[in-house]
């Protein structure tokens, strides 16, 4: 065992040389040291929305379980509330970020709404699903025509990548809106994107039923649902990052496997949290005159 101190708190990391990223040789603290590293900024996407974790107790390659409620076993300081009559995860400082990832916490989820202000989304977030991992060109292609058309609307805009194959865009919007009411607005600008480009954009659910297309996912904004946590690293053997980009990097070209726990400090270092306009900076947009439209023309 290794014992480290956060923020007041002693932490005992259990098998702290325990490899969790083979090829890269990344160990248990070398995945904790880089939590504390991104903490601030993860923390800011995660903060007082209820906590999903895939947590694999034998290695990304093994068995993963979703663990929400809060463990009997977990010290009476790791951030927690009652939800529901049962006491669920809040990723709200650093402490619990640590200890979440000694449990065998690999994966960071929340969904899109506060666990004090319910059903009231915090942004509103396209999934750019491709056909196959070797497809990002298309899921490049769909996103700046996503921006394009989110300009035209008033809306500014930030991508990342899923740390998976796909890539979200994000809009930060004024919590006072309903699921139902953006789930309007992205209905609306799915089908439009569905209708543009046919040969390329498929609203199947079903992955069977998708061909070679790119799925267009705007019901993922729901109630319950979830996302990954910006910076959050994801259970591949390739340790990738949910990682947020600018828009001159989607034109010129990139891979989800670029950003991983290796490079992702040094990144921030150099080019700061580009996920700031969603978390910090709150530069929420009213959407009256976009659901106005919408019902005005019955679409």
Do not use: C
């Amino acid at each position: 065992m290794g014992e480290i101190e956060v923020d007041g708190h002693h932490i005992e990391i259990t098998h702290p040389e325990k490899v969790i990223w083979e090829n890269q040789g990344i160990t248990k603290m070398d995945y904790i040291q880089y939590l504390l590293d991104v903490s601030f900024y993860l923390i800011q996407h995660a903060k007082e929305r209820l906590l999903m974790i895939w947590v694999y107790p034998n290695g990304i390659h093994g068995k993963k379980i979703e663990k929400r409620s809060l463990p009997q076993t977990a010290p009476a300081w790791v951030s927690h509330t009652l939800y529901k009559q049962k006491e669920r995860i809040l990723l709200n400082n650093r402490a619990t970020l640590v200890w979440a990832a000694n449990y065998g916490g690999i994966e960071f989820h929340v969904p899109f709404d506060r666990h004090d202000k319910t059903d009231y989304p915090l942004e509103m977030v396209f999934d750019l699903d491709p056909p196959e991992d070797n497809s990002f060109d298309i899921v490049l292609e769909v996103a700046i025509k996503l921006k394009q058309l989110l300009e035209s609307l008033g809306l500014t805009s930030v991508p990342r990548t899923s740390g998976s194959s796909g890539m979200q865009v994000f809009v930060p919007i004024q919590p006072n809106y309903t699921f139902e009411q953006t789930r309007k607005i992205n209905t609306f600008i799915a089908q439009y994107f569905a209708e543009q480009m046919p040969q390329h954009i498929t609203l199947e659910r079903v992955v069977s039923k998708r061909g070679n297309k790119l799925y267009f996912d705007y019901l993922q904004l729901w109630k319950g649902r979830t996302m990954p946590v910006v910076y959050t690293a994801r259970a591949k053997s390739n340790p990738t990052i949910a990682t947020p980009l600018t828009w001159e990097e989607v034109e010129t070209g990139i891979k989800p496997t670029d950003f991983t726990i290796l490079n992702i400090k040094n990144r921030i270092e150099k080019m700061g949290d580009l996920f700031n306009p969603v978390t910090t900076e709150k530069l929420y947009h009213p959407l009256d005159d976009i659901l106005s439209f919408i019902e005005r023309n019955d679409v």
